[in-house]
Nanobody, 114 residues
């Protein structure tokens, strides 16, 4: 069955960096656009970044543009999110997903705090 397993979260100081990974399985990864989402406490889940399946074109939410980079490795069925210049407001659970597949992983917690 379809699975997404996120990893790489943790506690980081403001201005620091983290790299999230998401291992996907159960579908033909190369054929699907991929995305990262996040959900902060008391807030709705929001779309952070997307990457198109073949071209590798990317799009970002305004709040992360210029600081986050999404990438994918089709040979490893893995999507990444490089997060730089982290801010306390980036604190959230981060999820990856193929938007056209209605399955969510367990997410990985990112906490930005001094």
């Amino acid at each position: 069955q379809v699975q997404f397993v996120e990893s790489g979260g943790g506690l980081v100081q403001p201005g620091g960096s983290l790299r999230l990974s998401c291992a996907a399985s159960g579908f033909y990864f190369s054929n699907y656009d991929m995305a990262w989402y996040r959900q902060a406490p008391g807030k709705e889940r929001e779309l952070v970044a997307t990457i198109i399946r073949w071209s590798g074109s990317t799009n970002y939410g305004d709040s992360v543009k210029g600081r986050f980079t999404i990438s994918r490795d089709n040979a490893r069925n893995t999507v990444y999110l490089q997060m730089n210049s982290l801010k306390p407001e980036d604190t959230a659970v981060y999820y990856c997903r193929a938007p056209k597949i209605g399955v969510w992983g367990q997410g990985t917690q990112v906490t930005v705090s001094s």
